[in-house]
Nanobody, 128 residues
């Protein structure tokens, strides 16, 4: 059974940094893993994703160059390093996994698959 548990959210001033962690377990080898976010009154947005089959992260244009998605396989942990944070980055951030079949870019844009899993979320607030 896939389990995803996020940590590391908090409040930071604009321009600051945060690192989110996700303890991920139980997923098959060829799976999409990633981060999504949702601000109040807005639709859920894909932030960053990786397909375990090739290990190359992809990013939403809104975070490219500021956020870095990494994976520590030895610790079964995913990380999202967020730098140069902006007030518009304020949202609940979710760790996610899906049976995407290598279509991680489509997953970031909102595609759904036979198996989709979500963590409970961690709040990130960026003050101006």
């Amino acid at each position: 059974q896939v389990q995803l548990v996020e940590s590391g959210g908090g409040t930071v001033q604009a321009g600051g940094s945060l690192r989110l962690s996700c303890a991920a377990s139980g997923y098959p080898y060829h799976y999409c893993l990633g981060w999504f976010r949702q601000a109040p009154g807005r639709e859920r947005e894909g932030v960053a994703a990786i397909y375990t089959g090739d290990g190359v992260p992809v990013y939403a244009d809104s975070v490219k160059g500021r956020f870095t998605f990494s994976q520590d396989n030895g610790k079964n942990t995913l990380y999202l390093q967020m730098n140069s944070l902006k007030p518009e980055d304020t949202a609940m951030y979710y760790c996610a996994a899906a049976s995407c079949g290598g279509t991680e870019r489509s997953w970031l844009r909102g595609a759904s698959y036979e198996h989709n899993y979500w963590g409970q979320g961690t709040q990130v607030t960026v003050s101006s």
